[in-house]
């Protein structure tokens, strides 16, 4: 499992392009969206995690997967601070995302 780096990064949504479903028979689904890299640098594997609180409802944490990213239409292998680019998050809960929600790695020791 490639989601163990002990790094941190935070990334602020500016545009959710698309969410899909993810394979059949399981509840991950598939965004692509459009970020800034607020805090540290974002690599493929890393876990972010969003809490969302929404009106009166109690707060859930929602576990995404960055899969991939891409900076000026190529695929890097990361995102460093103060660049924005287009990244694939896997995740349950992806379809709760909206713009300007701020995605924050989650630590695996």
Sequence with gaps: MLNNLDETASLSI??????????????????????????GTARPGMLFRH???????EAVA???ELSSVEWYGRKVDQ??????????????GARTLSRRDTLTAVSHG
């Design 14 to 39: 500016e545009v959710i392009e698309s969410v899909q479903p993810g394979h059949a028979g399981a509840d991950d689904d598939i965004v692509v969206c459009l970020v800034r890299c607020i805090k």
């Design 51 to 57: 809490i969302d609180v929404t009106g009166n409802a």
């Design 62 to 64: 929602v576990e995404l």
């Design 79 to 92: 995102l460093d601070t103060v660049h924005s680019g287009r990244v694939t998050l896997t995740g349950a």
